[in-house]
């Protein structure tokens, strides 16, 4: 039996990366899934290749959400994923000393106003029926400090705690609105690549990124959909205001543990 049979999810940030594996796995459980994306182009590519629908939307652009909840007024299961680190252009400090006002607002303005806006929506679509799941992909940054990536940790950290707020709200209200945060650590998604690069150094880089994590390897989009799903799924229909880390075993200790 698919876990998501007559389901519809809504995925924001799913032209790539792990938007685009959720959008995947739900499909393959059943669901009728809406990609979305700032990036119409990639976004309408990779919908036209999974047989889904797409519809451009700026996570951070309160007219795009309402324009959304006119096409798209009921919903079943919401994927906040779009997000940004500030580091893609690779020249703008995001560092606690030196970051700008602007970048600072530029990458809460995706990450934590377009979660904010997606919460909003999805109660507006779920309320009628009284059930539903928000899933707001968060980071393991939320949990620690990232002195290179100061705004990053900053909203994901809000994120964290704004999908408590919400899931509290919810059950409030009597609904079975459900709303938990999954933390990936270092996930391999066309968001590294540029770090990466290609050529005989990728292989080194990729053991330096991850020789503090205890299962020293990236974890994968697929990974990140696996625990998706189970928060979408109404199995985990007990599962409300929860974070779910998902990091190799990163946030489980501490690099000098005692004793070594
Ligand atoms: N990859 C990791 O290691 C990692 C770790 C922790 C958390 N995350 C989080 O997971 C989510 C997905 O990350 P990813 O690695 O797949 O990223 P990615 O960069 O590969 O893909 C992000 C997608 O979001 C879209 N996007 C960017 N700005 C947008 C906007 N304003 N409105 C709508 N769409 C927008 C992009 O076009 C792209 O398709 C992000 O929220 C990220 O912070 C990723």
Redesign the pocket.
Known sequence: MPKLAAKTCLI??A?????LAIATRFIEEGAEVILT???EV?GANAARELGARFIQ????QESDWRRLAEQVPALDVLVN????TGLESGTTPQDPEHATLEAWHAVHR??LD?TFFGCRYAIGAMKAKGTGSIIN?S??SALVGIPGAAAYASSKAAIRNHSKTVALYCAQQGWAIRCNSIH????L????EAMLGDGPGREARLAALTAQTPLKRFGT?AEVAAVALLLASDEAAYMTGAELNLDGGLLAGSAVSPGE
């Open positions: 924001t940030g032209a790539r990366g792990i938007g994306d700032l990036d990639a939307l700026d996570v951070s994923n779009a997000g940004i995706v990450n377009g992909l980071s393991r990936p650590g270092a996930i998604t066309p968001m590294w989009p």
